[in-house]
């Protein structure tokens, strides 16, 4: 039973659509997590909401908008996707009030732009 | 932004010998953590750390905060094949605990 699951895995699109990424997780958890990890590796955090509320928002185009209809969900909508989006998102969860700081990460949903 | 510099990059390795990786930042964080990352796959944490001077071990694995709050470092022991991966150390800076930070990776290789 997976705890933070991303869909889709893989994602191949021309530039200037717009795509969806889904996170669901079943850890209970009150916070999710979007982060982008670029072709060397590095992993930045985009957003993070804490029971639906948005309390972190890094320097990311406008064209990136996250929604969380609930805590257990938070989706990624990209609009007139470019060359440089193209990456690994990972999805994930963890409890903020208990904060040990460990974060449960989805498998990842790898994005490509043509 | 805020950046964890993590050295080396890369390690190159045979099995059965130790390992070492560090992480330096010129911040203070409140909680290093220490993930890994197999391909294909989403990092996974191995070892957390809460306080200054702190030493943990996991198995092969052992960590510590350092002293100043700016440093850790892991070590693996006797290292196995799947031991590969993407070796990643994390922290909460001390005046924003809502955000984890990543550091910039070290690829482990190990032949046998």
């Known amino acids: 039973d997976t705890a933070v699951s991303q869909t889709p895995k893989y994602l191949v699109t021309q530039m200037g659509n717009d795509k969806s990424i889904k996170c669901e997780q079943n850890?209970?958890?009150?916070?999710m997590y979007w982060y982008k990890q670029d072709s060397k590796k590095f992993l930045k955090i985009m957003f993070s909401y804490n029971n639906k509320e948005l309390i972190i928002n890094e320097t990311v185009p406008n064209r990136f908008s996250p929604k969380s209809p609930d805590k257990a969900h938070l989706n990624l909508h990209i609009n007139s996707l470019e060359l440089g989006d193209s990456a690994v998102y990972f999805c994930?969860?963890?409890?903020?009030?208990?904060?040990?700081?460990?974060?449960?990460f989805g498998e990842g949903s790898r994005l490509t732009v043509l | 932004g805020q950046q964890l510099n993590q050295s080396p990059q890369s390690m190159f390795i045979q099995e059965g010998e130790d390992v070492s990786m560090n992480c330096t930042s010129s911040s203070i964080f409140n909680t290093w953590l220490w993930y890994k990352q197999d391909p294909g796959e989403g990092p996974v944490l191995l070892i957390a750390?809460?306080?200054?001077?702190e030493l943990t071990s996991n198995g092969r694995l052992t960590a510590q905060f350092g002293i100043t709050r700016k440093d850790s470092f892991l070590n693996i022991s006797a290292s196995i094949p799947s031991d590969v991966g993407i070796y990643f150390c994390?922290?909460?800076?001390?005046?924003?605990?809502?955000?984890?930070?990543f550091g910039t990776g070290t690829r482990l290789q190990v032949f046998p």
């Open positions: 750390l809460y306080k200054a001077g």
């Open positions: 850890l209970g958890h009150d916070t």
């Open positions: 994930a969860s963890s409890q903020r009030l208990t904060n040990t700081g460990e974060l449960f």
């Open positions: 994390a922290g909460h800076l001390a005046y924003n605990t809502d955000k984890l930070i």
